[in-house]
């Protein structure tokens, strides 16, 4: 829902927007926009979901180009920013890739009709091109040599898509990890995962059962994200082991995304 929550005026919504007026200062990391990543490598930018908040997040990220979007579901807060690709997709040389499975693909056609309907299209519609991801596990997105490899996650009654790449993992929107994707996070640096509050949601990892998820796939680092109102920034990380923090709007991560090809020369 975004924090501040609409409507809300808990301590931690409180605290998201400076109060002003010499009350206590604004907890800027407990301002959190709809989840989102950017992943650039070698001059290359790829985008995992565009929800409602794409437009403020890339003009933070300081996007001037796109080479992919890679999305997990349906879901408004990870959907509804897609038109705003258009001033993007206008720069690129052919179509704008876009790559969601079955499902996702269908709300996305649904919902911007107007973009995807052969006999409708508007005329400055974003130019971009939606592929299918096949729904087994595994599947894989090659871009610009990285494999991005489809991770099946249960959202509450949907089976929904996270994604491994190089090193690291990230699995928005889970209450549960399909078995069948266990060997596909295997050997994590990096781990992003979906803590919503302290108490148990239906469709949604809670704080105790990531740390419990974390601690059976043992990445070396994780980090939470899709995080609610129910978790103030410092507080929480304060009661987390060290290599578990709560993600950030604006986090920066370094990690390896493609192994080295096989054959080369190992260092001493
Ligand atoms: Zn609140
Ligand atoms: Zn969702
Ligand atoms: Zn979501």
């Known amino acids: 829902m975004g924090v501040p929550t609409l409507g809300c005026d808990c301590a931690v919504c409180v605290s998201a927007v400076s109060p002003g007026g010499g009350g206590p200062a604004p907890s800027p990391r407990n ?28 003009i933070a990220a300081g996007i001037h180009r796109l080479d992919a979007v890679l999305y997990t579901h349906g879901h408004a807060d990870h959907v509804l920013g897609m038109d705003d690709l258009r001033p993007l997709s206008f720069h690129s040389p052919g179509s704008l890739p876009l790559y969601a499975d079955e499902q996702t693909a269908l709300t996305i056609e649904r919902i911007f009709n107007y973009t995807f309907s052969s006999d409708r299209q508007y005329p400055t519609r974003a130019r971009v091109a939606l592929h299918r991801i096949p729904t087994t596990p ?131």
């Not at 050997?187 to 995962?193: C, E, G």
């Open 31 to 58: 301002r959190r926009t709809r989840p989102s990543v950017l992943i650039s490598w070698e001059g290359h930018n790829v985008v995992i979901d565009t929800g409602p908040d794409f437009h403020a997040q890339a």
């Open 138 to 268: 595994g599947a894989e997105v090659e871009l610009f040599g990285v494999k991005f490899l489809r991770v099946p996650v249960t959202h509450g009654r949907q089976t929904i898509t996270g994604f491994r790449f190089g090193s690291a993992a990230y699995l928005t929107d889970l209450s549960d990890l399909d078995p069948e994707s266990l060997p596909l996070l295997a050997d994590l640096d990096l781990l992003v995962l979906d803590a919503l509050r302290r108490e148990p949601h239906p469709t949604h990892s809670h704080l105790d059962k990531s740390i419990a998820l974390v601690g059976q796939l043992a990445p070396r680092r994780a980090f939470f994200t899709h995080i609610s109102h129910g978790l103030d920034h410092d507080a929480t990380n304060a009661t987390l082991p060290s290599h578990i923090r709560l993600a950030h709007d604006g986090l920066q991560l370094q990690f390896e995304i493609a192994p080295a090809p096989t054959g080369s020369p190992q260092s001493p």
